[in-house]
């Protein structure tokens, strides 16, 4: 049987699984789902059709599973769905989806929310990520898998940010990132690089790491044609094209959101 603090206030429809912790002050709605291993610290709360997995661990005054902060929208039937081994740190807030899209927000496994991280409506997020303090996803966002976004960064609806995309403190990002895309330096900045360290502690041999910059540098040199015509230039490179990285990339940027893709300045 759960181990429930008795200031908690859980609903008796919940389904909670036999060895979740459910500390002090606590709320969990009736809708809620909680998978083995999972604990919820103190101050959290937990509700709407939410389906969290397992062994994740929720932190004080994180909120999970409220309505979309949406002028348009008021689904009490839409979804939050959480996989496993996630952490959810002091404040986080995390949102089901709205009917404006497909009343779902997913977030993956063995994900990090640092302090008073922000995962809007209708997000879904792959496995692996790091979203420091403060770091806010609007709407519709997508995010890859590993990809890491640092303190107070913020990034607008609809926007796409690839695997392994590395995205610095404070910055405005309008446009979809490529897969181990770098963006540094600020608001509305372009494009910086590729994330190198990112790509080596994926194990990506120094080989494939240098094609990708060559590749890279085709891809937005802005002196040799239009985005498209760059692309075909590199789709016509097969040595480039077998590399799954690279490959990635390009079926990335052929498939851009209503942002379009980040370019360097």
């Known amino acids: 049987m759960a181990k429930i603090h008795p ?3 859980v609903h008796p429809n919940a389904k909670l699984a036999d060895d979740v912790e459910v500390g002090p002050f606590c709320v969990v709605g009736e809708h809620v789902e909680i998978g083995a291993g999972s604990k919820l610290m103190s101050h959290v709360v937990i509700d709407g059709v939410t389906k969290m997995g397992e062994r994740n661990t929720v932190y004080p005054f994180a909120a999970l599973g409220l309505l979309a902060q949406h002028k348009r929208s008021n689904a009490p039937d839409a979804q939050l769905i959480i996989g496993d081994d996630n ?36 997000c ?27 303190g107070l960064a913020a990034v ?13 403190g404070m910055c405005g990002v309008t446009k979809d990132i490529i897969p181990y895309g770098l963006m540094m330096g600020g608001i509305r900045q372009g494009l910086s690089g590729l994330n190198l360290i990112g790509l ?12 990708m910059q060559q590749a890279y540098k085709t891809l937005f040199n802005k002196e040799e044609g239009t985005l498209v015509e760059r692309i075909q230039k590199v789709e016509e490179n097969e040595t480039w094209m077998q590399n799954p990285f690279i490959k990635a990339q390009i079926e990335f940027v052929k498939n851009p959101s209503k942002n379009n893709i980040l370019q360097p300045d």
């Open 200 to 211: 080596q502690r994926a194990g990506v041999e120094k080989k494939d790491i240098l094609m």
């Open 124 to 150: 879904v997020l792959g496995d692996d990520i790091v979203m420091s303090n403060n770091a806010t996803l609007a709407g519709h966002v997508h995010v890859g898998n590993k990809a890491i976004i640092g």
């Open 87 to 122: 952490t959810f740190r002091e404040h986080v807030t995390a949102h089901v989806g709205s009917d404006v899209d497909n009343k779902i927000t997913i977030i993956g496994s063995r994900n990090l929310f640092l302090v008073a991280s922000h995962i809007a409506h209708d």
């Open 7 to 9: 200031s908690a206030i």
């Open 156 to 168: 607008l609806q609809f926007t796409r940010i690839g695997e392994g995309a590395m995205i610095g």
